[in-house]
């Protein structure tokens, strides 16, 4: 069983509760727009394990080191983890034969700044886009998940909201 801490789209902004909410994580997945690579490496004094990829915005060090897809299996699930994929009924050019293709259960991306925990039918997949932790962009409402996977079964997925002062 691995519970797993979900963010995107932190542009950069280093936030402590990132921490908080995510000490009892074993993975945190980062679906990138990260902005500096510093972010990285705090969330690795957080988690063993920290995945990232690279998003539209980002460049340098974060280029170097975050692709910008990784497919990988978590228990018995397998995952993708891209910056910018789409949605359910509205994926990305390529991505729902990238999906089937590689027999994903689980796609996470970021990009629109839109929190969206959404099941595909047609794909037997979950789809998750945590919204936006950092506070560059449009969103009114900064948001983290976790989520539990378990073998086959993911389940207890909770949205954490960032409210301005709060834990």
């Not at 490496?41 to 460049?59: F, M």
């Not at 390529?94 to 925990?117: A, C, P, Q, Y």
Request: hydrophobic share 40%; with cysteine; net charge negative.
């Amino acid at each position: 069983m691995k519970r797993i801490g979900i963010l995107s789209d932190t542009h950069g902004c280093w936030d402590e509760r990132y921490a908080i909410h995510f000490r009892d994580c074993d993975e945190i997945w980062h679906a990138g727009d990260i902005g500096d690579f510093g972010i990285v490496e705090r969330l690795q004094e957080v988690a063993p394990v920290v995945r990232a990829v690279s998003g539209n915005i980002d460049h340098g060090m974060v280029k170097r080191k975050c692709r910008e897809l990784e497919i990988f299996n978590i228990e018995e699930v397998r995952v993708l983890l891209t910056h910018i994929g789409g949605y359910p009924g509205k994926w990305a050019k390529g991505m729902k034969s990238l999906l089937r293709e590689e027999r994903i259960r689980l796609m996470v991306d970021g990009h629109s700044h839109i929190l969206k925990v959404m099941y595909d039918k047609d794909l037997d997949l979950l789809h998750i886009n945590p919204g936006a932790a950092g506070t560059s962009g449009w969103h009114r409402v900064r948001t983290l998940v976790k989520l539990t996977v378990d073998g086959s079964d993911m389940r207890d997925c909770e949205v954490i909201e960032l409210a301005p002062g709060k834990f």
